[in-house]
DNA sequence: AATAAAATGAAAAATATTTTCAAAAATCTA
DNA sequence: TAGATTTTTGAAAATATTTTTCATTTTATT
């Protein structure tokens, strides 16, 4: 799910030989320096020959070194974002406003590139069953994922009338005690754990109604009631609670998942598209 | 506001001397291949000769050609992002789930790479001023970009109670009507002109409310009326009207405001983070 | 254990990059 | 504007880097 050149050497590192292997080892401990070195300090520093060196960039599909070299620094590009010193968490009062800026903004993509990683085709597939075969769909969250729930419910409210929004939790519980087995749960939960929400998911469960979950942890107690688990990226500490990054990855995860609806269903698309154009430009000045 | 190398080369051009604009405009037009060349070959392509590239890299800051390239490389992951095959706009029908998911994805770096690129550390700081020293905020915004006010609206209540959000465009304007010079006006609107928005904004400069705008649009008829105007970026066409990827910019702004914001108001910002800390604690399992 | 196949590194060959230096162009000065 | 000075330039030499070749070692197979 990625072109990156260290996720290609991972992939194929069972395959490689032992002079490979112990290039790729270097390679991974000094990915971000290795992009700088010629050929025969990458020798000398990872202890295989220049020409071990070479057949090694041929076998990743590379024309050579310096081929391996550009993939290593645009794949720089994304792994320095993961550097700590690039996280918002070690932002401090002397960081400039601009620097905070920088910081937020790989943090941010950071989010993004972890929940493509994360995305999981299958799971996408059986969501997008769940959601096309529903009768209504409920879109559900709690505190700072009650936003995404909401925008869930906008996003494919451009294209279907089936999706349904609640914002308050006990409305929530009655809402799904009323709901019927042709209905689906779409619920956002970054922790995957609060109180109310186990509630609602213990009421469905009773009314076999399925779940589709979002958030980040695989294993939370939400996840276990879940019928599809889709995980979002971003490792946000308990002190960053509420940090918009993780959203980006869950917002970015809504409009896949929307893709794929549409995608199923390309009659709804295509008539929703110009209707809601129209509905909207009516809206504008 | 980055670190790109072609907007380096921007920043310089006018200083570069009559082989460097030869050679800096051969590399702009040839910007995603420029890295793959033999600096014999460029030096035959741009018609300037092999030392004179190897002098516009040193003026750069480089180490040399070499440096060079990879810096292009670095920069190519970006632009890349541009290129019209990479855009949603381009998804068909043909195209895979997971080459899907690229492009979105490829699209929603893209919003954040334009909206960094956006950011004027003035603007926010006039903003930050407006917020800090306001009564009350109201976050306002209609149709898609209601979510977003309301994202603001969760997101600084972890740090003050001042803010308010208002989803109805009625109940908008009758807040509106009630508010003094002292309040502030948070309002979201990517177009930058819908009817229900010029109403509440014709109220607000009667009463002289100052507004703060984000949009794309700077010289949408929102932006007249407002005091402060955030830009975000992410060029979304009409059919793809409701796109997250022009709201993760937004999301990436509204955190970037908000910590400007704590960054000014730092006994808030502390206090707020443990006492939010807790309640979230409270409600989880 | 003998053989075949694959992998490896030293060194030669091929490429690529940088530096030097003299010539050309641009800028300045009177 | 003519002449002096500085800056810029490219050809070619010097240096550095990468690739290929080939003899040797290692591994796998029978």
New interface residues.
């Given amino acids: 799910?990625s072109g990156n050149i260290l996720e290609n050497i991972t992939e194929q590192y069972h395959s490689l030989t032992r002079s490979g292997k112990k290039l790729a080892d270097y390679i991974f401990a000094n990915a971000s320096t290795t992009?700088?070195l010629p050929i025969s300090t990458l020798a000398e520093n990872s202890g295989v020959s220049e020409a071990s060196i070479t057949r090694f960039c041929h076998n990743l599909g590379l024309s050579g070194y310096?081929?391996f070299?550009?993939?290593l620094?645009?794949s720089?590009?994304?792994t320095d974002l993961g550097d700590p010193s690039n996280s918002?968490e070690t932002?401090t009062?002397e960081d400039t406003?601009?620097n905070?800026?920088?910081k937020?903004?790989a943090s941010?993509?950071l989010s993004?590139?972890e929940t493509?990683e994360l995305?999981d085709?299958q799971n996408?597939?059986k969501a997008v069953d769940l959601l096309s075969n529903a009768d209504r769909v409920f879109c559900f969250g709690?505190?700072?994922s009650?936003?995404m729930a909401?925008?869930a419910w906008?996003?494919f409210s451009?294209a279907t009338s089936h999706f349904i929004h609640i914002e308050d939790s006990h409305m929530q519980a009655m809402n799904i005690a009323l709901a019927t087995s042709q209905d689906v749960i779409l619920f956002f939960s970054y922790?995957g754990?609060?109180?109310?929400m186990?509630d609602i998911m213990n009421i469905a469960k009773d009314k076999n109604i399925s779940i589709i979950l979002v958030t980040h942890f695989p294993k939370s107690?939400a996840a276990g009631f879940a019928d599809v688990v889709l995980l979002c990226g971003y490792n946000e500490s308990?002190?960053q609670?509420?940090?918009?990054?993780a959203?980006?990855g869950q917002?970015?995860l809504?409009?896949?998942l929307f893709?794929?609806f549409c995608?199923r269903n390309?009659e709804l698309y295509a008539a929703a598209?110009s209707a809601?154009?129209e509905a909207?430009a009516q809206?504008?000045?």
Avoid at 193 to 196: E, G, L, N
Avoid at 241 to 245: E, H, K, N, Y
């Fill in positions: 799910m992009q700088y310096n081929d070299k550009l993939a620094a645009k720089d590009y994304v918002p932002i009062a406003l601009s905070v800026f920088q937020l903004h941010n993509i993004l590139n493509l995305l085709e996408i597939s709690q505190g700072g009650m936003v909401m925008e906008a996003r451009t922790s754990s609060t109180k109310d186990e107690r308990p002190l609670s509420g940090s918009v990054a959203k980006v917002l970015f809504i409009e896949c893709y794929g995608k390309p598209r809601s154009a909207i809206k504008l000045l």
